[in-house]
């Protein structure tokens, strides 16, 4: 159950920080562009994230649903994030940061595992 709540998290904040990449995004948020080495950055964690979220749904489901699974969990996410976004854009990025913290230390404790 930890690898299905942790997959999540990852997916949520894979789908946060490939959309906090794009300049546009940052500025509609923020106010203001970050610098180009924070965009390359986020991008590469975005998809990073999204290949442990895999692999934490294959270890949760099998790799037959799993991929499935991974599918679901992003449409989820990205559905919670273009809702709630004209409403609580700053929060939402905040979240997608508690959303990574929560996959990563899910990850870590079912590699220990």
């Keep these: 159950m930890l690898s299905f709540i942790a997959a999540g998290g990852l997916a949520y ?10 300049k546009r995004h940052q500025v509609a948020v923020w106010g203001k562009p ?16 999204l290949l442990l979220c895999l692999w934490l749904s294959a270890e949760h489901w099998g790799w037959a649903m799993g991929s499935v699974g991974v599918f679901g969990l992003l449409s989820l996410s990205g559905f919670a994030l273009v809702l709630a976004l004209p409403y609580w854009p700053k929060l939402l990025v905040r979240l997608g940061v508690l959303g990574a913290v929560l996959g990563l230390l899910g990850s870590a404790y079912s590699l220990w595992v």
């Excluded at 904040?13 to 906090?20: F, G, R, T």
């Excluded at 970050?34 to 994230?49: E, K, Q, V």
Aim: glycine share 12%.
């Design 13 to 22: 904040s894979a789908m946060v920080a490939l959309c906090q990449g794009i």
């Design 34 to 49: 970050w610098p180009d080495t924070w965009h390359r950055g986020l991008r590469a964690y975005g998809w990073l994230a």
